[in-house]
């Protein structure tokens, strides 16, 4: 919601890591925002899958509270940025954009 109230489309949702995967095989969007904790395959393994599919991919990470160790393994994955949920989406996004 947050992303569409500040003129952002989306074109796509995936309830977990595998199908973040498909999703983007299938759109190849402009970037991806990937929360770390999903169930079948976690946002880092996701990261590393689509990173192996096209490393020039801008992905944004959204983490909890308390999962500094997971985002650093997201960056060290190939992420371009993270975001503590909610604040900062739109300053991530729109500086992975540019």
């Known amino acids: ?31 991806v925002t990937m929360d770390i904790t999903m169930p079948e395959m976690n946002g880092i393994d996701a990261v590393k899958a689509i990173k192996a ?14 999962q500094q160790p997971m985002v650093i393994e997201a960056i060290q994955a190939g992420a371009n940025d993270f975001i503590v949920k909610p604040e900062r989406v739109i300053e991530a996004i729109t500086k992975v954009l540019s």
């Open 1 to 31: 919601d947050i992303l569409q109230k500040n003129n952002f489309e989306v074109v796509a949702e995936a309830e977990n890591g595998k199908a973040g995967v498909a999703a983007y095989q299938k759109y190849k969007p402009d970037i």
């Open 53 to 66: 599919l096209d490393p020039n991919v801008k992905i944004v990470m959204v983490s909890a509270m308390g």
